[in-house]
């Protein structure tokens, strides 16, 4: 929902003339400023800043950036303009292409429209078809930049503005001279004739995406020193507020949810009991062959599965990945196993490395362990505050809503298995030599918090289950049993999205 | 050239039957010092393992895949199968999406079909047509081969065989049931009756692919269990290889090549003298409009370009850059900064960080220093042994030939800037407050080794100038006489290519 109290555009910088002259004596002493401002920025890397550009056209985007670029060291800068997504049966979720782009901390990212692109262009062209879409889009948008500040890429929106006069002068003039003829786009004169719907456009979709953490600025472009003077100093503030005491956290968007589920202990027995060895056998080659042909099937391809794993140590994630991936051909899957995140990884915001690994339409990417590492080990071990943990419940369902409305079939399990079934189990590693490697200090550390990642999973189950990517409790004292669960569960939950 | 001296089949292994006592006896050790092995490959990083797994349906290149999976830490291993390019028209060079995948020090790679699927399925199935392209694609093959083991990327080739009756009965066993029958795909049918064609096939890719320090083990894949263990075996021992001493390094390929080129140094001065400033502003815009134009032309989305530029610090290559990107739509190309490599990049090959960034087909990819490097700083300044950086010019021309071969057009730029030329731009440096951030103390340690440099800058344009890579060498101590000369080069490169 777009905050009410900052429901009005932003004041239009740069609206007056600046003579050379003045612009020469400004200027080295902000680009003196910025370079020292972006060296610290590469020396402490306290944020990383994504600078979005938009605008109309002869309005100075490239101008600005190419100002930047010329103004800053390029090792620490990238620029990005990512074309309009012009198909809709893209390979990956809509947002998967800025993700794999964000800055790391330490470095400055011009975005050509930033993922503004796919939002207007549609919503001005065909207005009627894209209406549905639209909404949902602006709701993508505002979700992703209220969480990118909280994980410390800073975000900066500046819209390049003209008036309808200069701008139609700026293109007959640059269409005039055949030396820059070329420099005028089919889509800028396009974009150019339909002046007032692109501005109505442009200004509700900034009324829309006015946050606190992400803050339009509207520059005149009318005067070119004028704007970048202005652009530059914006650039600099920004850098230099990012500098300062951070700023208060918002609250998480959905309140409600913040009060804990009431739930008892998962079960860890098999309901019925366990199978017997030849209706195991029988049962597992079954449905192997049943999960095999439903991939095979082409309405997959339209599709793809993410499979999500979590459970306590020695719950026996692998063998149940094991016994579905044995189906696969291995040209179709990946398998992710997930751990402490690299320094790399440290360097970017909490769901870029899950990202990554989306997969496209048509494969399967199963997560042993996930996001939900978050909510559950950086929860319990206390190695994330509270307040980064509480708001990741919201940011992963918009994450998994983004993966279901692509098309991709979320399962996600959670194998329940019961305190004293944990302990035979590490003890048969130690006493199995094959499996020594699996023994590792940390699972003893986490067995003594055994009750705390209990209430932990619950109160995840509890806030992240939902229609379109629900969590399946595997009872998994029994390893069988709970391979066959994961197995149907799987089948069924594909049988139901191809329907 | 495949070495004459190693042209014959590896012997056949496995071929013994194991029983499951025996199996179960011998297994423990060899799963016990794998592990340890692995360990120790993930601690001290000393290098990579790549292991590629081809063979013949049926002989069990996907169970020795999974038994591996089962036996090691999964968090230290991937699993890459990429399916076979069926088009010509894909977006990169065919080894791009390789050199994509591979593993970094510390890290086993497990590759179906490794490099080897677009080179064998297209030579069964089109027998004349691919002929062509046969011979270079092993030829690829081969440098690369010869390549990674001295980049510290181990290989381990397996090649999986089971007789031509076996393979029949195991079809007709797993079709038989209808739990089994979709284990085997239509192109293992195709595959399994051609069996004599693919023999052949497989085995000759072998014979031309047998190069010392990435040999073939054949393993016979009649005895589940004899093969395992001998896969196991194998594995192992290349891992313990890997630890013991380093083999002696492989000499480079083309030895003629190794006298140096005589040449006198490189002009600095414009040809001509400078030009003047309104002459400049006319051309400067003629040319840049011609630069934009052939890259919006259709024909240009089949090709795409690499612009690289080196020459000394002060040379000028950010301001030639920035005069032809003005020219360019910020969605056509990116600028590729190059400077010391990463943590991260140092644990991959030495060309993997440039490979990252080839552009796709109608893209422009700038690269602000490049992969000379290794032939430039890496040796004046003696970061890089001899033998690394005299492997480099054969290694550097293949990587070009790879992108030009692929439609690629290459333009390589030395900027040649005079001893005092330099000096002067750098007291200017120190004089402009905006330009102190391009002071950097190492440019002071690089200027006493100017004449080094310069040495080294003529015998790598001698040994790495191809007809279809270039180097152009630009005069550049008048900054406005070198960005026209570079825009003028560019020009008239893609011109020639799209003709």
């Given at each position: 929902m777009p905050y009410k109290n900052v429901r009005r555009l932003p004041p239009l910088l740069a609206s007056r003339r600046m003579t050379r002259e003045q612009y020469d004596r400004v200027l080295p002493p902000l680009r003196d400023a910025l370079l020292a401002a972006q060296k610290r920025l590469a020396d402490e890397k306290p944020f990383a800043l994504a600078v979005i550009v938009t605008g109309v056209p002869t309005a100075g985007r490239s101008e600005i950036v190419n100002q930047f670029l010329e103004w800053l060291?390029?090792?620490h800068v990238r620029v990005h303009a990512l074309d309009v997504?012009?198909?809709?049966?893209?390979?990956?979720?809509?947002m998967w292409r800025y993700w794999n782009v964000l800055p790391p901390r330490g470095q400055i990212s011009f975005f050509f429209m930033g993922w503004y692109a796919d939002c207007v262009y549609p919503a001005l062209r065909h207005r009627k078809q894209a209406q549905r879409h639209h909404a949902r889009a602006l709701e993508r948008i505002r979700q992703l930049e209220r969480m990118l500040p909280q994980d410390r890429v800073h975000l900066m929106k500046l819209h390049l503005t003209v008036g309808r006069e200069l701008q139609q002068e700026r293109i007959h003039k640059l269409r005039a001279d055949k030396l820059t003829r070329?420099?005028?786009?089919r889509e800028e004169r396009w974009l150019a004739r339909h002046y007032d719907d692109v501005m109505k456009v442009a200004q509700r979709c900034m009324l829309d995406t006015q946050q606190p953490q992400a803050q339009w600025h509207r520059i005149d472009g009318s005067d070119p020193q004028s704007r970048s003077f202005a652009a530059g100093q914006l650039l600099l503030e920004e850098l230099e507020r990012g500098f300062g005491p951070s700023t208060p956290a918002q609250e998480p968007?959905?309140?409600?949810?913040?009060h804990p589920t009431k739930m008892r202990s998962f079960p860890t027995a098999p309901p019925g009991g366990p199978p017997a060895d030849d209706e195991y056998d029988l049962e597992l080659e079954t449905l192997r062959g049943r999960f095999a042909l439903l991939v095979r099937r082409n309405r997959f391809r339209k599709h793809g599965a993410v499979l999500a794993f979590e459970g306590?140590?020695?719950?026996g994630k692998g063998g149940c990945i094991r016994r579905l991936t044995s189906?696969?051909?291995?040209?179709?899957y990946t398998v992710v196993p997930v751990s402490a995140p690299s320094q790399e990884e440290l360097s970017?915001?909490?769901?870029w490395r899950f990202w990554r690994h989306?997969?496209?339409?048509g494969e399967i990417a199963v997560f042993d362990?996930?996001?939900y590492g978050r909510v559950l080990v950086e929860r319990v071990r206390g190695f994330t505050p509270e307040h980064d943990w509480r708001r990741a419940y919201d940011e992963i369902n918009e994450f998994e809503h983004q993966l279901t409305e692509h098309g991709l079939i979320v399962c996600k399990f959670w194998l329940s298995v019961s305190k004293r079934e944990q302990l035979e189990r590490f003890h048969a590693r130690d006493d199995d030599a094959l499996k020594r490697?699996?023994?590792?200090p940390e699972d003893w550390k986490n067995r003594r918090l055994f009750d705390a990642y209990g209430q932990a999973a619950r109160e995840m189950i509890g806030r992240t289950?939902?229609?379109?990517a629900p969590w399946t409790v595997v009872e998994a004292d029994n390893k069988k049993f709970a391979r066959l669960k994961v197995l149907r569960s799987v089948c069924e939950a594909i049988e139901a999205a191809m329907k």
């Open positions: 060291d390029p090792k997504l012009r198909t809709a049966s893209h390979a990956r979720p809509v070329w420099r005028v786009t968007e959905h309140r409600a949810s913040r306590m140590d020695a719950a189906a696969l051909d291995a040209r179709q970017y915001p909490y769901l989306v997969p496209k339409r362990r996930t996001w490697y699996k023994r590792d289950s939902t229609d379109l």
